[in-house]
């Protein structure tokens, strides 16, 4: 099965391109899911939600739809190890796990989150935390990439997140791999000149892909839906709607 989404749904700037003129918040995500079958949830990293919040998100979309949810900072990048952040984290998800649509947690480690042995016993931790819950794992530092750690995180039953993002030293190039029967791509756009040097966060995701960039991730989605059965494909280019119609032409291509 794939599922093809977005990185977030709740943009201002996707009224327009994507929303219709005087949308209210409150009904993007039920028309959001009239035309995708997955989200990837980015808020979450900032704040741990409250449960009736998790609990109407569910609602909102039918049957057979998935999430995944981005672990929150405390668990990716300040990293203290408190299991209540953990308990509380994997609370707040159990409307989505009830109604069987929480696809996985997606664990975004940031650029300075190097290979060493402190680091992967902080994983296997973080593992062990979240129980029975799929996890999806994002490293930002090539250094990662290797068939030791692809070994290791199949044993401890970690799916491996493949990226498309602009070709600069020492981030992760776009490879197929799959270390769990969750395989996860996400495409962050290709703009080199604002990756590392930009004023606001959003500009680091500005970017249009080509067909034929797109067309690079057909045989790979392929080799990754036949290594782990699921596949998730999550557009993050969001500013002005550019991932919808990344997704759209993903889409097709793969009808």
Request: hydrophobic letters at 35%; a negative charge.
């Amino acid at each position: 099965m794939i599922y093809l989404g977005t990185s977030g749904f709740s943009y201002d700037d996707w009224t327009g391109p994507f929303y219709p003129s005087g949308m209210p918040k409150k009904d993007r995500l039920r028309y959001y899911a009239q035309e995708f079958n997955a989200c990837e949830i980015n808020s979450t990293y900032y704040a741990i939600p409250g449960i009736k919040t998790v609990e109407s998100m569910a609602e909102k979309v039918p049957d057979g739809f998935l999430f995944s949810v981005k672990a929150n900072q405390q668990m990716t990048h300040e990293r203290s190890g408190d299991a209540d952040v953990f308990r509380a984290f994997q609370a707040a998800l159990e409307p989505m796990i009830e109604q069987g649509k929480l696809g996985c947690v997606l664990a975004q480690f940031p650029y300075s989150f190097h290979l060493n042995s402190g680091n992967r016993t902080y994983l296997e931790g973080f593992r062990d935390l979240l129980k029975d819950l799929p996890v999806v794992v994002e490293f930002r530092n090539a250094r990662w990439l290797n068939e030791d750690v692809f070994a290791w995180m199949r044993d401890h039953d970690m799916g491996f997140c493949c990226v498309d993002e602009p070709q600069l030293h020492n981030l992760l190039p776009p490879v197929a791999v799959a270390t769990s029967n969750i395989a996860y791509v996400r495409f962050h756009g290709r703009n080199k000149e604002k990756w590392w040097h930009h004023e606001q966060a959003y500009e680091r995701y500005d970017y249009t892909y080509a067909r034929e960039e797109l067309e690079e991730w057909l045989p790979k989605t392929k080799e990754l839906q036949e290594k782990a059965g699921t596949v998730f494909l999550f557009a993050n280019n969001h500013w002005r709607g550019q991932a919808i119609d990344t997704i759209r032409q993903l889409r097709m291509m793969l009808d």
